[in-house]
C-alpha cells in the first residue's frame, strides 16, 4: 500500500476538506468491498460452468470412443465368421486333395509301361491313364487355390488381431474419458453444493437465459416441421421431457445431450452419429433464423452440445446433470450452426 503525505489542519477550511477526503475515502473503500464479497460466489459460479463444459466434451469423446469400440466388435465379428468360412474350406480343399492323392498312389505304383504290359485290357488302362492325367491337373489347380486360401486366411487372421488392438485401444480411451468425466462431474457438484442456495438458484437461471444477439428479430422463424420424420423426432423429444440427464446414455431411462437427439430422430427411422459433432453434419445446415421444428441447434465453437428446435425460441435438450430433460431459449449459449436432418 502507497503511503499519504500527511496535510496538517491549518485552518478551518482545511479541517473541512480532510473531513470531506475521510468521508469520501470510507465510501469509497465501503464501496469496493461489495464485488469482492460476490466474487467467490461468481467464481465458483464460473468454475462449474467451465467443469460442465469440459465433462459435456469429454463425455462426447467417451460417446465417440464407444461406437469405435461398437464398430470394431462388429467387425471383429465379421472378421470371425468370414475366417471360420474360409478355415472350412481350406479344410474340403485338403481333404479332397488327400483323396486325389491316394488314388494317385494307388494307380501309380508301377512304371507306366510296365503297367500297360501287364494289363488284362491295355484300352482299359489307356483310358484310366488319361483320366489320371486329367486327375493331375485337378489337382495342380486345388493345390493352387488351397495356397491361395491359405493366404487369404492368414491375411485375415493378421487383420482381426489388428483390429482386436485397435478395440483394446479404444476400451482404453473409454476408460480414460470415462475418468475424467466423472472427476469432472463430481467437483462440479462438490462446488455447486458449496453454494448457498440462492446462488445455485441463479446459476440455474443464467444457464437458461436467452442472448438476444443470437436470437435476431423475432427469433427463428417457421414454426412447422421441416419434413414429416422432423415431426416425428420433435414428438419424440417432447415425450423424453422430464427425464433425467445421464452422461453417455441414448434413452430411454436417461440422455446425454446428444443422446437424445439421436434417440429421437431414431424414432423416426433416421440413424444419427452418436456424438454432437458429427451430428453437426448430419443433414443440411441453415442459418439460425431459418431454423424450423425438429432442427439440430449445435452450440460453441467446440460443437459440444446439442439441442432440437422446437419452435418459438426454444430448444428442447439435456442440459446437465442434475437437470432433467427440458426446453431453453435457444440463444441459452453461442450456437454454432443449425443442422436440417
Known amino acids: 500500500m502507497g503511503s499519504h503525505r500527511r496535510i496538517a489542519p491549518s485552518s478551518g477550511s482545511d479541517r473541512g476538506a480532510v ?7 470510507a465510501a469509497a473503500t465501503a464501496l469496493g468491498t461489495v464485488p469482492a464479497a460476490a466474487t467467490p460466489y461468481d467464481d465458483t459460479r464460473a468454475e462449474v460452468d467451465r467443469l460442465y463444459r469440459e465433462a459435456e466434451k469429454a463425455t462426447e469423446a467417451y460417446n465417440e470412443a464407444g461406437e469405435r469400440s461398437d464398430g470394431l466388435r462388429r467387425q471383429i465379428a465379421t472378421a470371425q465368421d468370414g475366417i471360420a468360412r474360409q478355415q472350412e474350406r481350406v479344410n474340403t480343399m485338403r481333404e479332397s486333395l488327400g483323396s486325389l492323392a491316394v488314388a494317385q498312389y494307388r494307380s501309380g505304383g508301377f512304371d507306366p509301361s510296365l503297367a500297360l504290359l501287364f494289363a488284362d485290357d491295355p484300352e482299359d488302362y489307356l483310358e484310366k491313364a488319361s483320366v489320371l492325367d486329367r486327375i493331375t491337373v485337378h489337382q495342380a489347380g486345388e493345390l493352387k487355390r488351397l495356397r491361395g486360401a491359405l493366404r487369404s486366411l492368414a491375411q485375415d487372421r493378421a487383420e482381426a488381431v489388428g ?23 463430481a467437483e ?15 446459476w440455474d437461471r443464467a444457464t437458461r437465459s436467452a442472448r438476444a444477439d443470437l436470437l435476431g428479430p423475432g ?18 423429444a417432447r415425450s423424453a421431457l422430464g427425464k433425467p440427464y445421464v452422461w453417455g446414455a441414448n434413452g430411454p431411462a436417461g440422455f446425454d445431450c446428444s443422446g437424445l437427439t439421436q434417440w429421437s430422430y431414431a424414432r423416426a427411422g433416421v ?47 439435456a442440459p ?22
Open 19 to 25: 473531513v470531506a477526503l475521510g468521508l469520501l475515502s
Open 271 to 317: 440413424s444419427l452419429p452418436r456424438t454432437s459433432q458429427a451430428q453437426r453434419y448430419a443433414g443440411r445446415q441453415v442459418p439460425l433464423s431459418e431454423a424450423r421444428p425438429g432442427d439440430l441447434v449445435v452450440y460453441r465453437s467446440d460443437a459440444g452440445h446439442v439441442g432440437m428446435y422446437a419452435g418459438n425460441g426454444q430448444v428442447i435438450h
Open 320 to 341: 446437465y446433470p442434475g437437470a432433467p430433460v427440458r426446453y431453453d431459449p435457444v440463444g441459452m449459449m453461442p450456437v454454432s450452426s443449425v443442422t436440417r436432418v
Open 219 to 236: 427469433g427463428p422463424g417457421g414454426t412447422a416441421p421441416a419434413s414429416a420424420r422432423a415431426a416425428a423426432a420433435l414428438a419424440a
Open 163 to 185: 483390429t482386436l488392438g485397435a478395440l483394446e485401444k479404444s476400451r482404453r480411451a473409454v476408460a480414460a474419458h470415462k475418468r475424467t468425466v466423472e472427476r469432472k462431474l
Open 188 to 202: 462440479a457438484r462438490r462446488l455447486l453444493n458449496s453454494l448457498p442456495a440462492g446462488e445455485r438458484a441463479a
